[in-house]
């Protein structure tokens, strides 16, 4: 006869408010024998089955009628594995005992995650489809040191919290539990009786899939294999290499036209790629494709780090556009979001009670400006579960690249703050010394583990040496975005041509600090939003002028130092500003040839050259490579300046940002020669006026600019001309 454990603690179990399950559940030798005790609600009869022989081998009594069952093994001594069979509703089912395994987490695993220097924590924590003892299901885990309890619901289970109560690691604070059976492909939650004693139903953190909203289970389904960045995809992340990104929100880059609803994944694959690479882009940057509960975040309030959104297919079809987009020879960078994450109850808030995840003081934990929560980048775990997803993107999925955003948001404690709204560190200064620590520490362990893969940081501040090493005081990123050179130029741009004489500093001041970091130059999708307007309806003047002000634009900014981003839309001068909730406007490019046609064939025609000549791109952060001809004609809006590859070969820029052409503009040269007209942002295949040189130039023994030999050209209203030297004169 079974002895029947403390009425108490069995009520404990059956309200889901007892923390040892394995205490009480499973086989146990007892003062009376060998005991097997089971919760299973609903059922009627229990039998424990010796698996070899299929004989059953004692039977299990009702001890309480809300289904808790126990029962002596005749005859038995030592510990046997064996399975249950169960009547349900006059049917009966064969299961395994998920009370019957043993702990789950190895002990290095166990330390690494706890000390925070675990690479890799989602090849552990999470949910894994795994076969023990010869019995297949499903191990979870999940990090949550202050809950009570905590229940695996699911599909598997009628999502009862009382089923499946897990096993806690006091070491470190991890709950664990293998349940027979859960297979990949169904739906999953946490159930935790939180810190004061409420309970929560949480996401899985670490899902690998994720239903979209506004559902937010978790799905259980494997991890991608392991991939590694091919030598041409990790030579075209090269800081001697043309790099011209095409950022896109994947939403809103093209719609059905009968409902306006999203492309999918392999869908973009069949119209975005193929898009991409004719119109020469090198990189493709996704805005962010975590998981997320808001659209109007455009994925920048990730839910689910480790999930790819299913707004646009499965895992699996998001992994087809990838290795769609690596066939045609695009490196595919991912914009990455450690910075913050939304207060939804089904995600990381609060998670187990406690600030687990977030600081718990507002004034270090809460972003103001975008009602969202800050990472404790104090806590190893939570740099763990950060730094882990880092690597998860690009070894699993194959990113080339991320680019980091906010940075500034994380590296200063007095961000968007009044006085008195944030915590000093503890030397009193406003730096956040953990998430400085954190960034470092994230990109040197890319650099070290994930050969070629690089980092962009969105960082819009002078905090000296983003793109340096640590041990220069940087923080280890390869790339920065140049918000400055965005701003100054995009400020002198809409001006009135009348008045830039007077703003000519605005297109040079970014030479003066170009050496000090590696940059990127950014045209994205926070210029075209909240009221800035497009970057076409920025430009003054008539639509002729407009346009012509955008191509000269363009042109200078492809040949000025740095790699290049151009969001969506850009590429065709897009008139209105971007709306995530629809397609770009296509139809600005159907019926006859236009003014976006013509940007468009530019933007083409850029890249492409862009791309051929090396003076262009090699030398972006070297000194050598940059060097101003004509600086200083504020009163006509001039400027010319050579690019230089390492072998000394030059191309001239000369950028005419008035709508007067301005006839024999004579001007010093280092190369005498014969100079190629390779671009011209005027020509009618731009429909620009098609003012020019007649495809080429000589120049004369004539001095100017402090140079021996000059040239004397047209340069045409509103344009840019790129030449090329052909040989001698």
């Known amino acids: ?105 190895q002990e290095l695993d166990s330390w690494l995650l706890s000390e925070g220097t675990h690479l890799r924590p989602y090849e552990t924590l999470g949910a894994h489809a795994d076969t023990m003892d010869g019995v297949t299901g499903t191990r979870f885990s999940i990090w949550a040191p202050n809950a009570r309890r905590v229940s695996v619901v699911g599909q598997f289970n009628y ?9 806690l690691r006091k070491e470190s604070g991890i709950w664990e539990l293998f349940i027979p059976g859960a297979h990949n492909g169904q739906l999953y939650k946490f159930e935790l009786l939180d810190a004061d004693g409420h309970l929560r139903i949480k996401a899985d953190p670490y899902a690998f899939e994720a239903q979209m909203r506004p559902e937010t289970a978790s799905l259980i389904c494997g991890l991608p294999e392991k991939t590694t960045l091919s030598p041409e995809r990790q030579k075209a ?91 045609a020879g695009l490196n595919v960078l991912l914009d990455w979001v450690p910075g913050h994450f939304p207060t939804d109850d089904a995600g990381l808030a609060k998670f187990d009670g406690t600030s687990l995840y977030e600081h718990g003081d507002p004034r270090e934990g809460y972003h103001q400006d975008w009602n969202t ?38 590296i200063y404690r007095d961000y968007s703050r009044e006085k008195g709204e944030w915590v000093p560190n503890e030397y009193g200064g406003r730096e956040n010394l953990e998430a400085i620590e954190f960034l470092r520490n994230t990109n040197r362990i890319i650099g070290e583990q994930t050969p070629g893969a690089v980092t962009m940081a969105e960082e819009s501040t002078d905090f000296a040496g983003v793109s340096r090493p640590p041990s220069m005081g940087g923080l280890g990123f390869w790339f920065k975005w140049n918000l400055g050179w965005m701003h100054d130029t995009l400020d002198y741009m809409k001006l009135d041509p009348v008045y830039r004489q007077y703003h000519h500093d605005k297109m040079t001041f970014g030479m003066l600090y170009n050496g000090t970091e590696n940059f990127v ?69 159907q019926g006859g040839d236009n003014w976006h046609h013509g940007v468009q064939r530019l933007v083409r025609d850029l890249n492409h050259t862009y791309r051929r000549h090396a003076a262009l791109h090699q030398m972006d952060f070297d000194d050598y490579g940059f060097e101003w001809l004509v600086v200083e004609d504020k009163a006509n809006s001039v400027f010319i300046f050579v690019r230089r590859d390492a072998e000394g070969n030059e191309v ?65 209203p509103l344009s840019t001309l790129w030449l090329i030297r052909e040989g001698d004169a």
């Open 1 to 105: 006869m079974s002895v029947l454990p403390e009425r108490d603690v069995i009520n404990a179990l059956i309200a889901g408010h007892f923390a040892d399950p394995f205490s009480l559940l499973g086989m146990h030798q007892t003062d009376a024998g060998l005991e097997v005790r089971a919760l299973l609600p609903d059922a009627t009869e229990v039998w424990v089955i010796e698996p070899k022989t299929g004989r059953k081998v004692g039977q299990l009594e009702c001890l309480d009628s809300r289904g808790f069952f126990c029962g002596l093994i005749p005859r038995r001594k030592n510990a046997f594995r064996y399975q249950l069979a169960v009547v349900w509703h006059g049917q009966e089912n064969l299961i395994d005992d998920p009370y019957r395994f043993g702990p789950l987490i």
């Open 159 to 167: 999502w009862d919290g009382r089923r499946h109560p897990m096993r």
């Open 237 to 327: 992340n090269g800081f001697d290499q043309p790099i011209s990104i095409y950022e896109v929100h994947l939403g809103s880059w093209r719609r059905h036209t009968d409902n306006n609803f999203w492309l999918s994944y392999r869908e973009l694959a069949e119209q975005l790629i193929p898009y991409v690479k004719e119109m020469g882009f090198t990189h493709l940057e996704l805005l962010p494709v975590n998981e997320h509960p808001f659209d109007g975040s455009w994925g920048y309030q990730p839910q689910g780090l480790y999930a790819p959104t299913r707004r646009f297919g499965t895992r699996d079809d998001f992994l087809y556009f990838l290795q769609t987009a690596h066939e």
């Open 373 to 410: 929560l800050i990472y404790n980048y104090g806590r190893r775990e939570v740099c763990n579960y950060l730094v882990g997803n880092a690597l998860y993107w690009i070894e699993r999925f194959g990113i080339d690249g991320l680019r980091v955003d906010a940075v500034a948001s994380m």
């Open 521 to 589: 130059l950014p045209l994205s999708h926070d210029e075209v939003v909240h009221g800035k307007k497009s970057i076409l309806d920025r430009m003054p003047g008539d639509a002729w002028q407009r346009f012509a002000n955008l191509r000269a634009y363009y042109g200078w900014m492809w040949a000025f130092p740095g790699k290049k981003l151009l969001f969506m839309g850009n590429e065709f001068a897009q008139g209105r500003e971007w709306n995530h909730d629809s397609s770009l406007d296509w139809h600005l490019l």
């Open 652 to 716: 001239i820029v000369a950028s005419n940002f008035t709508p007067i052409p301005r006839y024999h503009y004579r001007f010093g040269i280092n190369q005498p020669g014969r100079w190629r007209e390779e671009l011209n942002t005027d020509s009618m295949h731009y429909h620009g006026s098609n003012a020019g040189n007649s495809g080429t130039v000589r120049s004369e023994a004539v001095p100017s600019h402090g140079r021996d030999h000059s040239l004397s050209i047209t340069l045409p």
